[in-house]
């Protein structure tokens, strides 16, 4: 057996977690493998409506197992809201979630540091969703960061405190009053509390070495399907950096937050939005600040599903588009938001940069310098409310598809026309 993939290909918000819930019968383990408390994946069924920033989208299909991934970053505090928000619903993750004993914990310094460094960049701010993930990747790779098995560890309040004088040590530096910032809302004292009561939460739940444990399904004959989180164009290396966040969001992300071999990786699912959309600072060539950008973030409910904040609007970007099918491997692309799209009687889709007056088909070291150009296509300018199968698209929306495919010489084998997990069809 080997590990299917689905990720984003886009800034993020390309509507991940309900296409993992919708493909989660189809697989034993869900396995989330990087990013942390910053990702929102909302998911819709039967009237109700969910959003997880940690636990994996398979945990509504109580069969299944879910597995958060050494490569994923945890925020003890958000996690138990999430297991509070899921019980509140009679859905119990103890039964069907284990959490790698090699994941990192987010403290609630790392969170206040996270607000003081983008403060400090003033109007060059990132556009940091201020989770702390940042600064716990930092100390990650700086070897001081504490992960998820040491919390049982009788020194665990020792090395708590001593890596919390350290971050103290910094904010102190940057002269700003502790008591200016706040933590979802609360001082830092009562965030304190509130995370260190967490942790008991998390003792709750299983906790396994993640690499043994996927090779083991595998050797079984389980089916594995690897869940991302926020997107390509963000990944830390092949990303519009510095607007990027601090994992590897692409395929390759999967071998290091799992512990598999490359070998072992089959299916890529790489999702896009029919349209683009982009939350923070950073290059955006096909950014709209007209109507219709408008009417883009009005009909899509363009809003950050962990931040809140409006998502920056634009025609969707074939170039950007085949350059995170590359890097990726991917085999079947899933289109989500055709419906947003239903009221354009025409539909712009960038095919190519400019660069110094010079037409280029790739995202280039100077990311922040290229101006779209595009084609222009019919828009179906029809609802596809009540649509069940291919056979009801409009010719206008089956055009667009196939343009699509052609560009990207690849097939779009899933469909997503609404939030629901209903509103999702097969080619």
Not at 34 to 39: I, T
Not at 67 to 96: A, H, T, W
Not at 247 to 271: D, E, F, M, Q
Not at 286 to 301: A, H, I, P, Q, Y
Request: proline content about 4%; charged content about 25%.
């Amino acid at each position: 057996m080997k590990v299917d993939v689905l990720l984003g290909l886009q800034w993020g918000d390309e509507g991940k977690g309900k296409i993992v819930d919708v493909l989660t019968p189809e697989y034993d383990i869900i396995a989330r493998f990087q990013g942390g408390p910053n990702a929102g994946h909302t998911i819709e069924f039967d009237g109700l409506k969910f959003v997880l920033h940690t636990i994996p989208s398979g945990i509504f299909n109580s069969n299944k197992q879910n597995l958060i991934g050494n490569g994923v970053i945890i925020d003890p505090y958000v996690f138990s809201k999430e297991v509070k928000q899921l019980n509140f619903k009679n859905i119990d993750p103890r039964k069907n979630l284990v959490i790698s004993r090699k994941s990192h914990l987010i403290l609630p310094s790392h969170r206040m540091l996270d607000a003081v460094y983008e403060k400090s960049k003033g109007k060059f701010k990132i556009g940091s969703t201020l989770k702390g993930i940042g600064p716990t990747y930092t100390d990650k790779v700086a070897r001081q960061g504490l992960r998820m098995g040491e919390i049982f560890n009788n020194d665990f309040d020792s090395k708590y405190a001593e890596l919390k004088a350290k971050h103290q040590q910094i904010i102190n530096s940057y002269n700003y009053d502790p008591g200016e910032f706040k933590i979802d809302g609360l001082s830092f004292d009562d965030y304190e509390k509130e995370w260190i009561a967490a942790i008991e939460v998390i003792k709750d739940f299983e906790q396994v070495d993640s690499e043994n444990y996927i090779n083991e399904s595998l050797k079984q004959g389980k089916s594995v399907l690897a869940e991302g989180a926020q997107g390509t164009l963000l990944d830390i290396d092949f990303g519009s950096y510095p607007f990027v966040t601090s994992s590897n969001t692409i395929c390759a992300g999967v071998c290091s937050g799992l512990g598999i071999a490359p070998s072992k990786v089959g299916k890529v699912y790489g999702i896009f939005k029919a349209y683009c959309t982009r939350v923070g600072s950073g290059p955006f060539p096909s950014e709209l600040f007209d109507d219709d950008g408008k009417l883009m973030r009005d009909e899509g409910n363009e809003y950050g599903s962990t931040t809140g904040r409006p998502r920056r609007c634009g025609w969707l970007d074939l170039v950007a588009l085949n350059y995170s099918i590359m890097l990726n491997g991917v085999t079947d692309l899933v289109m989500t938001k055709g419906d947003v799209l239903a009221g354009f009687e025409k539909i712009k889709i960038s095919t190519s940069y400019k660069l110094k007056e010079q037409l280029i088909d790739y995202i280039p070291f100077e990311d922040d310098k290229v101006k779209a150009v595009y084609e222009e296509l019919p828009g179906w300018n029809t609802p596809l409310d009540g649509i069940t199968g291919i056979g009801g698209f409009p010719e206008h929306l089956n055009h667009y598809i196939d343009f699509i495919e052609k560009f990207t010489k690849t097939h779009i084998s899933i469909l997503s026309i609404g939030p629901d997990r209903k509103q999702t069809i097969f080619r």
